[in-house]
């Protein structure tokens, strides 16, 4: 229940390419579902993150788009960039109510050669 | 502020020994989580405090670990004895409680690299 399934493990893209990740959970009282972005060394920090009353949000070149009914969401970079290259999770907690921690997908290594 | 804090940023001990990591959380913040990152297993929750008391500890994996929060600025996350198994990176984040969305936000410190040899 406490699960969210990430995918792919890791990630190979053309600068300038689109790059997508996509995560999927199973708990229903999950309703914040963030990015988080970590480069080498470094602790992950919040990338973008949507609730569960919109289907897409939009921050520059990344995109989260959500699908309720799937219980699936997925992050798009557009026109990806070799800066771009670090470990993305995705996550998802409940909110007012249960627990209150991230629970993190597997991670993506992403990789955009320039 | 300057974000969350801990230290060491890295630690080699024997194993056997007795480790303790600290953080410090960012001033205001009420929630405190210690995860631990491997590649097997990636980013676990360990545990995680409200105003200073423990409220899930379910993902302690053993009784060898150990954790408090004595203040609002402090905590620590004790392995005794330690073991080579438990080489890890251990992050400490923080955040509000909040009814706002940003207010959410899980920030997360630099980590201490522990290797038990």
């Known amino acids: 229940q406490q699960q969210v399934k990430q995918s792919p493990q890791s990630l190979i893209v053309q600068k300038g390419g689109i790059s997508i990740i996509n995560c999927a959970y199973e708990n229903t009282a999950f309703d914040y579902f963030p990015w988080y972005q970590q480069f080498p060394g470094k602790g992950p920090a919040l990338l973008i993150a949507?609730?569960?009353?919109?289907s897409e949000k939009k921050e520059g070149r990344f995109t989260i788009s959500f699908n309720k009914s799937a219980k699936q969401f997925s992050l798009h970079i557009m026109d990806s960039q070799p800066g771009d290259s670090a470990t993305y999770f995705c996550?998802?907690?409940?909110?007012?109510?249960?627990?209150?921690?991230?629970?993190f997908g597997s991670g993506t290594r992403l990789q955009v050669q320039p | 502020d300057a974000g969350v804090i801990q230290s060491p940023r890295h630690e080699v001990t024997e194993m056997g020994q007795e480790v303790t990591l600290r953080c410090k959380p960012i001033?205001?913040?009420?929630?405190l989580f210690w995860y631990r990152q491997t590649m097997m297993r990636g980013l676990e929750l360990l545990i995680y405090f409200n105003n200073n008391v423990p409220i899930d500890d379910s993902g302690m994996p053993e009784d060898r670990f150990s954790a408090k929060m004595p203040n609002a600025s402090f905590s620590t996350l004790k392995i005794q004895p330690s073991e080579p198994r438990d080489s890890a990176v251990y992050f400490c984040?923080?955040?509000?409680?909040?009814?706002?969305?940003?207010?959410?936000?899980?920030?997360f410190g630099q980590g201490t690299r522990l290797t038990v040899v």
């Open positions: 984040a923080s955040s509000l409680r909040g009814t706002g969305f940003m207010n959410t936000e899980a920030f």
């Open positions: 949507i609730r569960p009353d919109v």
């Open positions: 001033s205001g913040h009420d929630y």
């Open positions: 996550a998802a907690k409940g909110a007012d109510t249960g627990r209150r921690a991230l629970t």
